[in-house]
């Protein structure tokens, strides 16, 4: 997942920079696997519900 928060590049902030510390490269790694959890768990619920015959339901 944070390999697709970076190539997507989701969060400016969350880019790791020159001189960050590896406890703040850790928590921008988690905070973009987290962003990208979030997007994929969006989008997969309209497709359960479809699945099922509710449709649309977010």
Known sequence: ???IGE???LWASAM???GDSPRQLAD???????T????LRR????VE???R???PLV
Do not use: C, T, W
Request: hydrophobic share 30%; proline share 3%; glycine share 16%.
């Open 1 to 3: 997942m944070r390999q």
């Open 7 to 9: 190539e997507l590049r």
């Open 16 to 18: 790791g920079r020159i």
């Open 28 to 34: 921008k790694h988690a905070d973009k696997g987290n």
């Open 36 to 39: 990208v959890s979030g997007y």
């Open 43 to 46: 989008g997969l619920r309209p």
């Open 49 to 51: 519900n479809a699945a």
């Open 53 to 55: 015959g509710y449709f």
